[in-house]
């Protein structure tokens, strides 16, 4: 089943991650670019730009494509095939709040947007609104799949899913963009030179299995031609930790995560998937007790230093849009994103394989059947379908599971307002080490986002339910 005229909405348009990018693939593709991309944003400025930078772009291909733009999501969801969720309002100054203050109580974050009090109270502020737009879509477009691009991801696919049920819905996460993510390991494993593909013989042989909670995730298998080449990646990372780092950013979520990759290797046997994030679950590198001299305690989520990031993002735009910059230049200074490359896929039933967060369904045998993991999918316009992986070893499993817990716990205490939830949620957290401090980071960080968090948090009408 193929889709003539998908209508893609991405509801946070103005997320410069994605929106650029969506908008070069949907021009782009051939089975996009007759369909409707409809950009929708609450910052009516930033919002006009994307119009226009789309609209350019547009004209330069040549396509059918139509552009729509509205601040009133209600307005363009009607038709929508694929609704994309991409906002996070003013995340950088609030993930810098929940850094600097839990750093306060020893916990530190390089990205503090999945675990730890950062990933607990993005979700404070991001899933209520996920949710208020999945009650738009249950109303007005209810068979259209919902795509979840917010983190923490697995917290917001877990809510979906259990307070949205009738939605077709899934997570995505780039840090396993297919194929990138294969080629790296084939690197790595030394099948392949570096900067070359693989061949589709070469594909077929490489046998990689990927599994666990989003930003926890390990390579299980990696076997070529029947030989196991997990070693082989392993040596690769430790000959690269002194020079190179495996994170795509710059500054904290970057440094040193050769070495930490190999330090993981070397306790499980298996390698961590994702460091720039993995290195953030875990206690080692907190600063509560020695480690490897080379290897400090995790450094800090960098306020200023991303804000100077989005503001060159969004002077590029201006250039586009000014002239300053050619419009053919946009088109090759971009490419495919994991969202769009993946609708495009279920869109045209090209039958390629992606890694989606969704219910594990029997892929990991000894894990629940609706553990939300990010698996190697087969995909289509019938949804996910995880390939089977095998067991999570012991140890790994234990850690999954307790971020499993955390996560579960983080999505039903947003979605009923409870604060006992939200007490217990941060106290079964990884990187928790004190009630009293737990309670006075809830505290603060509350006092803190008062303007952003819902105000049933505070009492009066609409109060938090208690848990008995």
């Not at 917290?155 to 939605?167: D, E």
């Not at 495009?344 to 039933?349: A, D, I, P, R, T």
């Amino acid at each position: 089943m193929s889709v003539a005229n998908p209508k893609v909405v991405v509801i946070g348009a103005g997320s410069l991650f994605f929106g650029r990018q969506a908008i070069w693939q949907m021009a782009q593709s051939t089975y996009l670019n007759k369909g409707t991309l409809s950009l929708v944003d609450t910052d009516a400025g930033k919002l006009g730009k994307l119009k226009i930078l789309a609209e350019m772009v547009v004209a330069e291909t040549g396509v059918a494509l139509e552009i729509e733009a509205s601040t009133d999501r209600r307005a363009v969801l009607d038709g929508a095939d694929f609704v994309v969720l991409s906002f996070a309002e003013d995340t950088v100054r609030y993930r810098g709040l929940d850094v600097e203050i839990s750093a306060k109580y020893g916990i530190r974050m390089c990205s503090g947007d999945t675990i730890g009090p950062g990933g607990v109270f993005r979700a404070m502020r991001e899933l209520p609104e996920i949710l208020d737009c999945a009650r738009d879509i249950e109303q007005i477009c209810p068979d259209a799949w919902v795509i979840n691009y917010i983190n923490p991801s697995a917290v917001n696919g877990i809510a979906l899913k259990r307070f949205a049920p009738k939605l077709k819905s899934f997570g995505l996460c780039d840090s396993l963009h297919m194929p990138h993510v294969k080629r790296h390991y084939a690197e790595r494993a030394g099948i392949i030179e570096p900067g070359k593909t693989l061949s589709p013989e070469q594909d077929e042989k490489f046998d990689l299995r990927i599994a666990g909670v989003n930003h926890l995730t390990w390579v299980l298998k990696a076997e070529y031609d029947g030989k196991d080449v997990m070693p082989n990646i392993g040596e690769a990372i430790r000959l690269k930790a002194a020079t190179e780092t495996a994170g795509g950013d710059t500054g904290a979520k970057a440094i040193h995560n050769d070495a930490i990759g190999y330090q993981l290797y070397q306790m499980f046997g298996k390698v961590p998937a994702c460091v720039p994030h993995t290195k953030e679950y875990v206690r080692f590198w907190q600063g509560h007790g020695r480690t490897a001299e080379a290897i400090p305690s995790l450094s800090l989520w960098e306020t200023e230093a991303r804000y100077a990031r989005h503001r060159e993002m969004w002077e590029e735009i201006d250039q586009f849009i000014s002239g300053d910059l050619p419009i053919s230049q946009f088109l090759t200074r971009y490419g495919a994103d994991h969202a769009t490359d993946i609708i495009e896929n279920m869109v045209g039933n090209l039958g390629k394989r992606f890694y989606i967060n969704t219910f594990n369904d029997g892929a990991v045998p000894n894990m629940a059947d609706d553990a939300y993991l990010e698996l190697l999918c087969d995909l289509d316009m019938n949804g996910p379908k995880p390939i089977a992986v095998g067991d999570m070893p012991r140890g790994l499993r234990a850690i999954q599971e307790t971020v499993l817990d955390t996560h579960e716990l983080t999505a039903e205490a947003v979605a009923k307002g409870d604060r006992a939830l939200l007490r217990r949620a941060l106290l079964i957290d990884p990187l928790t080490n004190s009630i009293a401090d737990t309670e006075a980071i809830i505290e603060e960080l509350l006092d803190a986002e008062r303007d952003i968090i819902p105000q049933h948090w505070y009492g009066g009408e609409g109060a938090l339910q208690k848990t008995a």
